[in-house]
C-alpha cells in the first residue's frame, strides 16, 4: 500500500514554487499578514518554582507575606487585558486560517475578500478552539496548582508533589490528544469546511469517517508532518537568527556612536535606544512572518494534497494539483 504522505513530500516542493513565484513583494507581504495569525498557536504558560519550604514562621492567614490591594488590582488588570488581547488573536487567527487555505486553493491572495467571506466559520472554529482549549487550560493549571498551593501556603507539599509527579503522564497524554485534535482541525477539517460550506462538526463526522477507513494514511501523515514542521522549524530558526545578528550589527554601531555622543544614560540616549529597541523587534516579527511565509504554505499544501489523495471527495485543489500524480 502506497503512502500519501510520503508521494507528496516532494509534490508539495512543486505546488508551493508555483504558488510563490514570481516574487512579488506585495503578495508576499500579505501571505506574511495572515502567517503572522496563522503561524502562531496557542501556548501553556510555564513557571519555575523554588521548591525548598519557607523557612520560619507562616502567619496565621496562611499567607508568608500580604500583597498591596493596588498591587493585585494591578495584577487582575493586566491579566484581564492579556487574556482579551489573546482571545483577538486567536480569534483572528481562525478567520485567517480560511484566508489561507481559500488563497491556496484559488492561487489568489486576498484577505479582505476572503474575510467577508468566511468570518462566519472563522467564529465557529474559534468557538471550537474554545471549548477544547480550555479543559486543557483547565487541567494544566490544575496541576501546577499541585505544586504551587502548598508552597504558597506553607502546608506539607508531599502529597501534593507526589499527585504533581503521578500526573505528569497524564497531562503529557491529554495534551497530545489535545494536539492531534487541534492540528487535524487546522489543516484537514477547515478545508472540508470551505468545501462543504459547513460547521467545525459536520466536517469533523466526514472527517471521522475517513479517518477509520484509512488511518494507517492519517497516521503516516501525522508523524510526517511532525518531522518535517521540526526540520522547517530548525532551518527557519536558522535563518532568522543570521538575520538578527545581521541587523544587530548596525543598532550596537548607533548605540555607541549615540554613547560617543550624548551618553546612553541621558534622555536624548535612552530615546534613542528605545527607538532602536523598537526598530529592531519589529524588524524581527516582520523578518518571522516572511520566513514562515514558504513554510506554512508548504506544510499546508502538503496536508491539502494527501488529503485530496486519501479521499478524492476531499479534494479542494482542483486544477491546482500537480499535473503528473504519482503510480
Given amino acids: 500500500m502506497a503512502l500519501h504522505a510520503v508521494e507528496n513530500i516532494e509534490k508539495a516542493f512543486g505546488v508551493t514554487r508555483e504558488f510563490l513565484t514570481p516574487i512579488d513583494v506585495r503578495r508576499w507581504l500579505k501571505l506574511a499578514v495572515v502567517v503572522f495569525f496563522v503561524g502562531s498557536g496557542v ?4 513557571a519555575q518554582f523554588n521548591t525548598s519550604a519557607p523557612s520560619g514562621d507562616v502567619p496565621e492567614s496562611g499567607l508568608p507575606f500580604s500583597v498591596p490591594v493596588d498591587v493585585v488590582t494591578l495584577v487582575v488588570g493586566l491579566a484581564v487585558a492579556g487574556l482579551l488581547v489573546g482571545a483577538l488573536f486567536v480569534l483572528i487567527g481562525a478567520i485567517m486560517e480560511f484566508v489561507l487555505i481559500e488563497s491556496l486553493r484559488t492561487g489568489e491572495v486576498s484577505i479582505r475578500g476572503y474575510w467577508s467571506r468566511r468570518w462566519r466559520q472563522g467564529l465557529r472554529l474559534f468557538g471550537f478552539r474554545i471549548a477544547i482549549g480550555l479543559p486543557m487550560f483547565a487541567l494544566f493549571v490544575g496541576w501546577l496548582a499541585l505544586l504551587v498551593v502548598p508552597i504558597l501556603t506553607g502546608r506539607d507539599p508531599t502529597i501534593p508533589v507526589t499527585a504533581f509527579l503521578v500526573g505528569i503522564p497524564v497531562v503529557f497524554l491529554v495534551g497530545v490528544l489535545y494536539a492531534l485534535v487541534s492540528g487535524l482541525t487546522t489543516v484537514f477539517v477547515v478545508p472540508l469546511m470551505i468545501q462543504a460550506d459547513s460547521g467545525v462538526l459536520a466536517a469533523w463526522r ?48 548607533v548605540a555607541g556612536i549615540t554613547h560617543v555622543t550624548v551618553s546612553l544614560s541621558s534622555t536624548a540616549g535612552i ?7 523598537l526598530l529592531f523587534g519589529l524588524s524581527m516579527v516582520v523578518v518571522w512572518a516572511l520566513a514562515q511565509v514558504p513554510i506554512v504554505t508548504y506544510l499546508r499544501y502538503y496536508a491539502l494534497l494527501v488529503l485530496g489523495d486519501i479521499d478524492e471527495s476531499f479534494d479542494v485543489l482542483g486544477d491546482r494539483r500537480p499535473s503528473t500524480e504519482g503510480p
Fill in 271 to 277: 530615546v534613542v535606544l528605545a527607538g532602536l529597541a
Fill in 206 to 253: 466526514r472527517l471521522w469517517e475517513s479517518i477509520k477507513a484509512a488511518w494507517k494514511q492519517y497516521l503516516a501523515y501525522v508523524v510526517i508532518a511532525f518531522l518535517l514542521t521540526l526540520a522547517a522549524g530548525i532551518v527557519a530558526s536558522i535563518v532568522v537568527g543570521l538575520i538578527a545578528i545581521a541587523l544587530l550589527l548596525p543598532v550596537l554601531v
Fill in 43 to 46: 501556548s501553556f504558560p510555564t
